[in-house]
Each structure stands twice: as C-alpha cells, then as structure tokens.
C-alpha cells in the first residue's frame, strides 16, 4: 500500500489514536451488545499498539444522536466487553474533548476510550477546533475504521491535520489491499455479481467495474430495471422508473459484459410463506422476489471459470425465506470456486454465513458504504488523509 502502516510507526512510549469502528448493534435500551464482530475485528491494531509499548485511546462513533449525548448510544458497553476481550482494564471517558478527557492521557501499556464522537455536532462538520482538540490526546494518528473511511469528518480527516504521522491500521490495511486488489489488478477471468434493490445505488459500481471486469452478473430488483429498458415485461417488480434511459445507457456502455437473470422467482403479494413459481416470463400481476434456477445454474457456471470474484448485494428478498435460495445457492458457488473473492455489503455477508462457506471467503469487508465507494473507483477521504510512504 502507498500510505504508512502502523508497521512503519516507532509507537515506544507514544500515546497513539486509534480510529475504530465500534458501531456496534445494542439492546433497545442501549445496555446490551447484540454482537461484538466490529470489536473483535479492531483487536489486532490495539494488541499491535500495546506490544509496542504505546498508550492507546480508542475513538469511534456509535448509531445518530444527531449532535447530542443520548445514553443508549453511549459506549459504555463496548467499554465493558473491550475489556473483557483485551483481559486489562479499559478507562472509559465522559466526553471525547475537554479537560477531564485530556488528563485520562493514557501512558504506555493504558487503554482509554473516548464517549461517542457525535455526541458533538462538530465530529460530522469536521470542525478544526474540534480536530485540533482530539489531537491534543496523543503523538500519533491511526486509522482502522474502514467503515467511516468514506465520511470527511473530524476524526477521520480533520484531526490528520495536527499530528505528525498518520497510518492504517492492520484491519484498514487489510481492506485496501485486497479491494485494490480486486479492482485494480485482478487475476482474469474476473466476475463481478451485483445485486440490491437500487439501479441508483450501484451506478458509479456498475460504470466503474465494467471497465475492470469480464463478465457482470445482475440480480436482486435492479435487474428490473435492466429488463424495463430492453422492453421486457416485469409485472408488479420494483423498477425504477426514472433510471430506465441511464440502465440503457450502461448497457450500450459495457461492452456486452452485463448479464441478468434468465428466469425468476415470482409471488402476487410480497409476504412470508407466498405461493411462487418460477418463469421465465413475468406476468402483469407478479413481483419477481428472487432468481430462479436456471439463472442459478448459468450464473454458477461463469463464477466456476472465475479467478477473481467481486460481489455486493443479494440475488432477491434475502430477509424471506425461501426467497433468499438464489442468494445462498450464488455463495456456495463463489466459495466453491477456488476464486480470490471479495465481499463486500451486509446481506452478502449474511449470506455466506447462512451458506455455512465463511471459511472460503477471501475477504469479507467491514465496511458496507466505504466498499461500495471504493469498487465505484472513487477516493475515500479518510484513505486519502493518511500519510504517504516516502
């Protein structure tokens, strides 16, 4: 990677601030962690900093209070649970600046984590103030929250600006290795699948990775809007009406590489325990909810051939079961396929844990919006404010 480590960083007896992403999922009264992935993935990087004798504080915002302290977004359980995993004490702050958070200034060996850092309005705005005073907590930047590394805020560009150095950590070293990777020098064939219920949401995704790509498989609803605009009938399917001239105009600009499903999963009413059927044609009155088998087996049979496989989003409406079949059958493909591969998006990543094949994934990234930014070809701010290696 072009930009500094923590690797490249002498961290002996500095206090290093460390960018995390602890947006966990709580209980709706804010006390208790549903799951503690995001905590476990920051592991290494803090472990990292303390085997090198460095103090540590810890940042990260948690949910959208929206500028203002709401207790059950407060950090204080993550706090609990970091000690447990770390097995040493964590100081947990009241607030993210002032003078009571500035004397917490861990020592070498110490772990303080700040309180939310959109408590204050000012971490979104990127405020320099506010930046300048986060750095006055430590001697070294790093950054290992991929998952806010495509938000220009105050602790992911702001705070860059007052302190020497500024490095990834291990997990955001991890997730631009291996999306560069993918996007800029994949071993061939390379198949992208993309699924999703928006056109909008993957247009910059679809335009970029069609110039890198081999082949592009479409699943999910936005392969409605595909089909609209080559005059194809989709029933009742969610089609986005005002994107039908863009998805012809990606189609007359990928080269042929865009394929979308050859048969469907098709209900009357979207609800749990629908009757379906699969068709190869869709009628007025139908919502299609999922690919159907024959797309299965086509779309298997091009990631089998695969060396590099990209996918983000799932095949049809992967909360409902059986509508997610497509979905999990399209994982078990991937995995199966010997492919370097890299996920990226929530659903999908569901997905490959339903299929039970997570062990045969690449890389799963932690970061659903960074990832999409990224395989679109544009630059994430927070990547972009890191130091460059000399």
Known sequence: M????????????KTVFIRVDFNVPLSPDGKEITSDKRIRASLPTIQYALEKNAGVVLASHLGRPKGKPRPEM??????????????RPVIMASDCVGAETLALKPKSGQVLLLENLRFHPEEEANDPAFSQ???????????????????????????????????????MDKEIEWLTRATKTPERPCVALLGG???????????????????????????YTFMRAQGKSTGKSLVEEDKIDLAKQ???????????????????????????????DIAPDQIGVDIGPKTVAEYSNVISTAKTVIWNGPM???????????????????????????????????AIKTA???????????????????????????????????
């Open 316 to 350: 049809g409406i992967f909360e409902m079961p059986p509508f997610d079949t497509g979905t999990v059958a399209l994982a078990k493909a991937v995995a199966n396929s010997g492919a370097v591969s890299v996920v990226g998006g929530g659903d999908s990543e569901k």
């Open 133 to 171: 005073q986060l750095a006055a907590l430590a001697d070294v930047y790093v950054n290992d929250a991929f998952g806010s590394a495509h938000r220009a805020h105050a602790s992911t560009v702001g705070i860059v600006s007052y302190l020497p150095f500024a490095a990834a950590g291990l997990l």
């Open 250 to 280: 990606l189609l007359a600009s990928s080269a042929g590489k865009l394929q979308w499903p050859l048969d469907h999963v098709l209900v009357r009413e979207i609800k749990p325990g629908a009757p379906f059927e699969v068709a190869t």
């Open 74 to 87: 407060s950090l204080k359980p993550v706090a609990i649970r970091l000690q447990e995993l770390l097995g």
């Open 2 to 13: 072009s930009k500094l480590s923590i690797k490249d960083l002498d961290l002996n007896g």
């Open 197 to 223: 219920a928006k056109v909008s949401d993957k247009i910059e995704v679809i335009a970029n990775l069609s110039k890198v790509v081999d082949k592009l498989l479409i699943g999910g609803a936005m392969a």
């Open 356 to 390: 039970g094949v997570s062990d045969k994934i690449t890389h799963v990234s932690t970061g659903g919006g960074a990832s999409l930014e990224f395989l679109s070809g544009l630059d994430l701010p927070g990547v972009s404010a890191l130091t460059d290696k000399k």
